[in-house]
Nanobody, 115 residues
């Protein structure tokens, strides 16, 4: 069955960095668009970044452009989100999504940016 397992979240001070990983299995990862979303308390889930199946095309929310980088390693069936210059407003649960059919979601990983 499809599995998406996020990791790499945690507590970081403002200005710090984190790298999230999402390990995928149960589907053909190399032909699947992958996305990162986040959901802050009391807010709707929002799209943060997307990457094409081969990794040649990426898109970002305006709020993270220039600070976050999405990438993927199709040999490892893993998608990453490098987050730099983190701000308190980046605090959220971060989810990866495999864009196949209605989509498959991971369980999420908490990112907290606080001093």
């Amino acid at each position: 069955q499809v599995q998406l397992v996020e990791s790499g979240g945690g507590l970081v001070q403002p200005g710090g960095s984190l790298r999230l990983s999402c390990a995928a299995s149960g589907f053909t990862f190399s032909v699947t668009v992958m996305r990162w979303y986040r959901q802050a308390p009391g807010k709707e889930r929002e799209l943060v970044a997307s990457i094409s199946s081969a990794g040649g095309m990426t898109n970002y929310a305006d709020s993270v452009k220039g600070r976050f980088t999405i990438s993927r390693d199709n040999a490892k069936n893993t998608v990453y989100l490098q987050m730099n210059s983190l701000k308190p407003e980046d605090t959220a649960v971060y989810y990866c999504k495999a864009q196949r059919g209605d989509g498959y979601w991971g369980q999420g990983t908490q990112v907290t940016v606080s001093s």
